[in-house]
Structures are given as C-alpha cells and as structure tokens.
C-alpha cells in the first residue's frame, strides 16, 4: 500500500472530531507565549507571506485563529469588476471542476460522487442544478482563509450537515470515496444573476470551525441538520468579492451553478492556482 493511501485509511481509525476540537481549543488559546510560537512556527513551516495581511506583526494576534482568518490588505486582491466574469472565491488551487454529468460531480479522476448527497439529501434542492457545472477549490494551510462572493448574490437558504472530518487534501480526495459529501459542512444557496448558486463549505480534520458573516460560527457544536431560511423583509445581500465566510484552519469551498449558467476557463484544471478575485468562469448570458 503507497504512502496516499495508508494516511486515507489510517483516517477512518482516528477519533476525527476529538482531534479536531482539541486542536480548535489550542488554536484560540490566548496565552501570549503559547499562542505566537505556533504562530510563528507555522509561518516558517508553510512559507506564510505575512506582507499581504493588515496585522503583519505575528505577535499581534490574539490567538492562532486570529492569525489563521487575518484580514488582507485592501489592495492585496484586486476582485475583477467586468459583469460578465465569475470571479474565484479563495486563495487556493482547483481539485476538479466541470460539468455535473447524470446528478454527480467528479472528485478525483475515476471517483464520483452525489451531488444531492453533498447539498444535504434533498433531491428538490438539488435540481435546479442538474446539468450544471462546478468547481472545487482546495484551501491549503498557507492560503488566505476566508471565503469571498464569486458573484452578487442574495441568500436564499442554508443547510449545515453534520458528517465526518477527513483531510481533504488531494491523497485524500483521491482515495476515499465521497469525500465531500461525507464531512461536515454548510451548504449555502443563492440567487444570482447566473440563476441558482450553491456555496459549499467543507469542514476537515483538525478544521475549528465554519463561520459566516451573517451568522458567526456554524460549526462546532451542531451536530444534527440544520436549516435556516432567509427568505424574509430583510434578505442577506452580498456582493461580488464581499466575504461570505471564513475557515479556522484550512479545507475546502465548492460552487455549483445550474445548467448553461457559466463557462470555466479553458486553462484550468486539476492543480491549477486561484486567487480571490481573478476570473474563474464567463456568465453564458453576457456571451
């Protein structure tokens, strides 16, 4: 058995919630020595350019996970203004993106996997984006790690799925099936100018938390299915390159439009390094 596959497997013997919010209670430890020698560890350790963020100074942080979700600078990512283009919504790199072949989505060469199943169950959620396309984008430790609006949008309705915390870095998504329709995540809907988005993001092991801005942390603790509907006088609207939410230690964001919404860049592929705000994908409206 290679090296890939012995560190999937391995993940199915490990207690992956108990690491995961012990390692969340030590990233927001607020003692002053504790918390900058991880800080500055981990900086040295995945080459972290600190020029980019608006505390550049390690030691200011109030926690690791203060550090981890840093805001940038202003003029750090420039979000592209042009309508017709959807712009990405990490830092990070593609996993897999494309079309939505028979109700799945390609996770790795060779594995599929359902794309009712990932959006929380419910076959009449998933519909409206049968025949469509979508993109993952996988956030490593060094990447910015907060998650932006590749489009104006307004929120319809979220879904917080409970499930397991698998690493979902490329060995992993290689090697487990179903990966991302496993783990925990929240699966966020919107109305767009393309038609129906959903925004997904997916927790991971060692992952302490989901946030968005409009409701603060998601997970931990839920731990059942939990729908929120926004559908009210006063409707959450984001705009394009407007933060949506944001990862305690790093994982994984997907989008997933309907049919003939957008058409991806011919370059990318698996592999492929994004920044929040370049184009990802054409609005096939403004073709």
């Known amino acids: 058995m290679n090296k890939s596959k012995l560190f999937s497997w391995l993940q199915y013997l490990l207690p992956q919630h108990l690491l995961s919010r012990l390692t969340g209670r030590l990233a927001d430890c607020r003692v002053g020595w504790i918390k900058n020698q991880l800080i500055k560890a981990f900086i040295k350790r995945f080459n972290v350019d ?13 926690s690791f996970n203060d550090f981890f979700t840093r805001e940038l600078k202003p003029d750090a990512r ?6 017709s283009q959807l712009v990405s919504p990490a830092d990070g790199a593609i996993s897999e993106l494309g079309e939505l072949q028979h109700g799945q989505l390609m996770q790795a060469k060779g594995i599929n996997y359902s794309l009712t199943r ?87 092991m060692i992952v302490a938390g989901i946030e968005t801005v409009w409701d603060g942390q998601v997970a931990p603790p839920a731990r059942q299915v939990t729908l929120r509907d926004f559908n009210n006088p006063q409707p959450v609207v984001l705009e394009k390159g407007q933060e949506m939410g944001r990862f305690k230690l790093g994982s994984t964001a997907i989008v997933v439009f309907g049919p003939d919404a957008v058409e991806w860049r011919e370059d990318l592929q698996n592999g492929t390094p994004v920044r929040l705000g370049e184009a990802l994908a054409k609005l096939k409206s403004c073709s």
Do not use: W
Request: aromatic residues 10%; glycine residues 8%; contains cysteine.
């Open 50 to 62: 600190m020029s980019e963020a608006l505390q550049e100074d390690p030691t200011a942080f109030s």
């Open 78 to 83: 420039e979000i592209l203004a042009d309508p």
């Open 118 to 204: 990932l959006l929380g169950g419910d076959l009449e959620k998933a519909q409206p984006f049968m025949g469509g396309s979508f993109a993952t984008i996988y956030l490593s430790p060094k990447d910015y790690h907060r998650v932006h609006m590749p489009i104006q949008g307004r929120l319809l309705e979220t879904i917080y799925v409970p499930g397991k915390l698998f690493s979902v870095n490329q060995a992993t998504a290689d090697n487990v099936p179903g990966l991302f329709a496993r783990n925990e995540r929240l699966v966020c809907f919107f109305e767009t100018p393309a038609g129906p988005m959903a925004l997904i993001l997916v927790g991971a």
